[in-house]
């Protein structure tokens, strides 16, 4: 058990490092500062579903170590590993099989659909609803070896009908807690009849089920579960019937418009898990997979939109266990019929090895793609909440163009190759209904008042958060906020509050004068490091008149011979202030880094800055103390390489 839990953590460790994304911060703990432990049972408005014991963990967290992200993911990940380590235990004692209990729990534990189970704070349903189940399954089971009818069978069936009710206040899935101890039930001792199966102890089970109904509908909540079209159903059936025969997806190409395919696939499945379930005379265990799956999956099969189902893979963790038993069936039919000789034993092992590692690996490289969209999703929510720490006192945070959704696109190392067409593949970092500043402050700072917009004039090419503002509304936003542009190809925030100051910083006597009203005020040159020097202009308009893209800048590194050795050209501040948004009198600070050669002699070397026309490569005409300037370029510095 400790060795299954262990691989099932590491395949998950970095969730350790995620922070807070889509609905926790505003749709979770943004709803839960204004309740009670006790409110959590008495009403569930504004949220829309009953859960009240998710919340109640959700809250003891809150109240124990604030908003540690990491200890909330460890929570979920020991969640996962205590599941695989449960299982392995029920699997062993169904079976009576070492080898298929190990196959059934390695392929739950590398399910591919199970990530957002694992590492979305949101998710923690599902992975406590299965803690509970499992629970359940084994205080029952152990209630039912017990042979005497002493206190310690009266305990155990206590303890399952504790942990039955824990389960139906964790998520609606709970209904199917007494169905699936009916079936552990059943695979012990056959039913001989209805009579027989009315005398059997789990009837109390039963009878919890209608109760928490009536509480669940009494329950006030804001969203109304009804049954959907009937044309509905089989669309959402379709990501499950993917769950089911996913170990088969990656050797074909399918698309999301192959569902002929797909159900021709899921038929395969049975058949042939069927034949193994055959061989190894476990048929009963077999059908035991197929209604965990089947029933487990139905709630959401008839209940949920399949736009919500298809976004939603967590729904898929709970029937990934009988698709597992279902998988596992040819390990168990391989150990049931063992050869004597030893080294015919170890080979067909190797072979129940080998099938295993076949259907748990291929999914591994799915799960790490996800997993780095999960990273990039919490670089940046963790970033907005540094820099909501770090905002000057007394004015607000505003986040121009943040991702509500990262997916694949061409800078991903590996590329995101997704076998499972009908799974989306990224990450929601800020859902539509959310609030900036939720993310914020639940991301490591202080509460403030923090907002997100979008600024369609830079084209950012994904979709963004926020009401849309102009250029003009932008930088009337500068006077009274600190404003930060997500940087797709930097991953990170740029800080516009710190390069773009409407109305410039009062009368200050050029260096220069570029065309017809740029003027440069300040040049600093400074040598960042060994092979990068950094070069930071102030300039400031007077009355220029540009189309939005205007000038670029050049900034030219030149030795001692007047060889040109470094450069980099570019729009001024990184392109985010285009010239022709500037007001009368702006100042903008615009900083160039500059690599430079490793085959640099020692050494003087000159610096020299000037403005051109991108369209033609034609520089602006330069002015210094009424005279103009060789070349059209300023002298800004040097530096030295020793």
Not at 218 to 237: M, Y
Not at 350 to 356: D, K, S, V
Not at 545 to 572: E, I, K, R, T, W
Request: glycine share 8%.
């Amino acid at each position: 058990m400790l060795a299954v839990a262990s691989l099932a953590f590491l395949l998950y460790n970095r969730a350790l490092e995620f922070g807070f994304f889509n609905d926790d911060p505003t749709g979770h703990f943004a709803w839960m500062e204004s309740r009670s432990y006790g409110d959590y049972f008495r009403s569930s408005a504004d949220y829309g579903y009953y859960r009240p014991l998710v919340f109640v963990v959700l809250q003891g967290l809150v109240d124990t170590v604030a908003y540690n992200a990491r200890v909330f993911h460890a929570l979920l990940l020991g969640l996962h590993a205590a599941n695989v380590s449960l299982l392995l235990l029920l699997v062993r004692r169904l079976s009576d099989n070492d080898g298929y209990a190990w196959a059934t729990t390695l392929i739950f534990a590398f399910a591919p659909f199970s990530y957002e189970a694992v590492t979305y704070v949101a998710s923690l349903t599902h992975p406590l609803l299965l803690f509970w189940l499992l629970l359940t399954l084994l205080f029952y089971q152990q209630a039912r070896r017990t042979k005497e009818a002493g206190w310690k069978r009266t305990v155990f069936y206590g303890a399952a009908m504790v942990t039955l009710l824990l389960g139906l206040m964790t998520h609606e899935n709970g209904l199917f807690i007494p169905l699936a101890l009916i079936g552990v039930e059943w695979l012990e001792r056959p039913p001989e009849g209805l009579a027989d199966s009315l005398k059997r102890p789990f009837l109390p089970y039963l009878l919890v089920t209608p109760i928490f109904l009536l509480i669940w509908w009494s329950i006030p909540k804001t969203s109304e579960q009804v049954l959907p079209l009937p044309s509905a159903w089989f669309s959402n059936l379709v990501p499950f019937l993917q769950t089911l025969v996913y170990p088969l997806l990656p050797l074909f190409q399918l698309t999301a418009e192959d569902t002929a395919a797909l159900v021709v696939l899921a038929i395969l499945t049975l058949v042939l898990t069927f034949l193994a379930a055959w061989q190894a005379r476990a048929r009963s265990l077999w059908l035991y997979g197929l209604a965990w799956f089947l029933f487990s999956a139905l709630p959401a099969t008839l209940f949920l939109s399949p736009d919500y189902l298809y976004g939603s893979p967590r729904l898929h963790y709970l029937p990934s266990v009988g698709v597992a038993m279902l998988w596992a069936m040819p390990v168990l039919a391989l150990a049931r019929h063992l050869p004597d000789q030893t080294w015919e034993r170890l080979a067909v092992a190797a072979i129940g090895l080998l099938y295993t590692l076949a259907i748990i690996l291929p999914p591994t490289v799915f799960i790490s793609c996800e997993l780095d969209f999960y990273d990039e999703a919490s670089r940046v929510v963790r970033r907005m909440g540094t820099l909501g720490e770090e905002a000057p006192p007394g004015r607000r945070l505003l986040f121009v163009n943040v991702p509500v959704f990262f997916s694949s696109y061409a800078q991903h190392p590996q590329g995101c190759q997704n076998p499972y067409p009908w799974t989306p593949v990224g990450a929601v970092i800020m859902p539509a209904y959310a609030g900036a500043r939720d993310f914020v402050r639940f991301n490591g700072a202080a509460d403030g008042l923090a907002t997100a917009v979008t600024v369609d004039a830079y084209a950012p090419g994904w979709n963004t958060f926020g009401d849309t503002l102009s250029p003009t509304e932008l930088r009337d936003r500068l006077r009274v906020d600190a404003i930060h542009i997500f940087d797709l190809n930097n991953g990170d925030f740029f800080d516009l509050s710190a390069v773009w100051l409407p109305g410039g910083a009062g009368d200050v006597q050029p260096l220069a004068l570029f065309g017809d009203g740029m003027q440069l005020n300040s040049a600093v040159v400074d040598r960042t490091g060994e092979d990068e020097v950094s070069v930071t202009l102030a300039w400031q308009n007077h009355g220029a008149d540009a189309d939005d893209a205007g000038p670029a800048v050049f900034v030219h590194v030149y030795d001692a011979s007047g060889q040109l050795v470094a450069q980099h050209d570019g729009p001024p501040a990184a392109g985010f202030v285009p010239v022709g948004w500037w007001g009368d009198q702006d100042a903008i600070v615009d900083t160039h880094m500059i690599g430079l050669p490793d085959t640099l002699e020692p050494g003087q070397y000159n610096v020299v800055v000037g403005l051109y026309d991108p369209a033609t490569g034609e520089r602006y005409t330069a002015v210094a103390d009424g005279t103009l300037l060789p070349d059209n370029a300023y002298s800004a510095g040097q530096f030295t390489l020793p």
